[in-house]
């Protein structure tokens, strides 16, 4: 499986501001997704990116909020923006791999704290 | 639109018991599913899959689980658990190709194991 790295690990941001994530894989890859995990909480998709087109955002997330690039096939941002501190989560990037590419790897998560 | 409802929120079990964590998935069309597990202060790992043929699906380190299609379920079994087994496991299903929410997951709410010495 792929390994996937993001950066920061963890941050600690002032409402109003702004937090760019990024998520680097060792191998090139068509499907990323992000995810977001709120304190407590399960996992829910926020947009998928695959490189050569737009972001596909889930519902209740837009662009101006979460902006995602997805310049070549092993790496991606997203953007936390405007941030208040009910944007205090975990933030994961995964990668989809395997035939039909329907396995999903994760990486760490960028733990993310609004005050 | 698929869901996943894992019946348990919190699994407390000895050391050496076994354990079942339960998955339901509701779904108008095939799925594939999973179980990820997340040990404290990580990321989430892919345990085990479901994707076609035997409806028994085992991991490396003594996990199974088994696709029930009448009652929508994918059930985690082990039975004799470590201490090491205590974690987040997540249920999650997505979409078989084609369709528009294809490799898009879904996630159930999460069931905590924690294994008492």
């Known amino acids: 499986s792929a390994v996937i790295s993001q950066k920061p690990s963890r941050d600690i941001c002032q409402r109003g501001t702004s937090l760019t994530i990024q998520c680097q894989v060792d191998?090139?890859?068509?499907?990323m997704f992000w995810y977001r995990q709120q304190p407590g909480q399960s996992l829910t998709l926020i947009a998928t990116?695959?490189?050569?087109?737009?972001?596909?955002?889930e519902s209740g997330f837009v662009i101006d909020k979460f902006p995602i690039s997805r310049p070549n096939l092993t790496f991606s941002t997203l953007t936390v923006s405007n941030m208040s501190p009910e944007d205090s989560s975990i933030y994961l990037c995964?990668?989809?791999?395997?035939?039909?590419?329907?396995?999903?790897?994760f990486g760490p998560g960028t733990r993310l704290t609004v005050t | 639109a698929q869901s996943v409802t894992q019946l348990d929120s919190q699994v407390p079990v000895f050391e050496e018991a076994p354990v079942e964590l339960r998955c339901n998935y509701s779904?108008?069309?095939?799925?594939?599913l999973f179980w990820y597990v997340q040990y404290p202060n990580q990321g989430l790992q892919l345990l085990l899959k479901?994707?076609?043929?035997?409806?028994l699906v085992e991991s490396i380190n003594g996990f199974e689980a088994e696709f029930n299609k009448s009652q929508t379920s994918f059930h985690l079994r082990k039975p004799s658990v470590h201490i090491s087994d205590t974690a987040e496991y997540f249920c999650?299903?997505?979409?078989?190709?084609?369709?528009?929410?294809?490799?898009?997951?879904?996630f159930g709410q999460g069931t905590i194991l924690t294994v008492h010495p």
């Open positions: 779904s108008s069309v095939s799925v594939y």
């Open positions: 995964s990668v989809a791999q395997g035939r039909g590419y329907y396995e999903q790897y």
């Open positions: 479901y994707l076609s043929g035997s409806t």
């Open positions: 999650a299903v997505t979409l078989r190709p084609g369709g528009t929410s294809y490799g898009k997951l879904t």
């Open positions: 990116a695959n490189q050569g087109s737009e972001a596909t955002y």
């Open positions: 191998s090139q890859v068509t499907m």
